[in-house]
């Protein structure tokens, strides 16, 4: 709800016209939870911030914790050894908004990668089926849990063109 008064009181500054959300880990996955309830994002960066449950050696992390609580509530399905959703469905919500997903294969907070990928392919191939395929762009490298010059540079090309085509 915070970020979706943010997108409401950028709407009221005249000089902005389109709305984009990038985000690096907890900021990545907040950005595209975000893109895939509130469409007036109008593109969106995730970078190591998408996972899946599927394969997670951290499950519990999703849930209430003592420190920090991403989703409280899949606390109570997790102890039952039930997951209630995977985080390739709420990404799914982003389409047909253009969407930038970076992850590394030798991420440490999410080690999981493969997995990971195979949720990446079922999102691009929403977005085929869509017939919008140029609206999303994955990229998957050797890296770690980190959002390297170059990636960071493509991700704002990428923001640039979804958000000002005519320049």
């Known amino acids: 709800v915070d970020h979706m008064y943010g997108v409401s009181l950028l ?46 050696p951290e499950r519990d992390r ?6 920090f609580s991403h989703i409280p509530k ?23 908004t253009p969407f930038f997903l970076w992850m590394g294969q030798k991420d440490r ?21 869509l017939d919008v395929e140029h609206q999303f762009k994955a990229l998957i490298g050797n890296e770690g849990h980190d959002f390297p010059s170059e990636i960071r540079q493509s991700a704002y090309t990428f923001l640039d063109e979804k958000l000002n085509p005519e320049n």
């Open 109 to 129: 907070i999410f080690p999981h990668w493969e997995p990971a990928a195979q949720a990446v392919a079922d999102i691009d191939k929403l977005y085929t089926i």
């Open 11 to 56: 709407e009221r500054i005249a000089s902005v016209h389109k709305i984009g959300a990038i985000g690096h880990s907890l900021g990545g996955y907040n950005a595209y939870f975000l893109a895939g309830i509130d469409k007036r994002v109008k593109a969106v960066v995730t970078s190591c911030g998408f996972a899946v449950f599927a394969g997670d």
């Open 74 to 96: 899949v606390s109570d399905f997790l102890a039952k050894e039930e997951v209630p959703f995977e985080f390739n469905e709420i990404a799914a919500l982003v389409a047909p």
């Open 62 to 67: 999703w849930g209430r914790r003592s420190w």
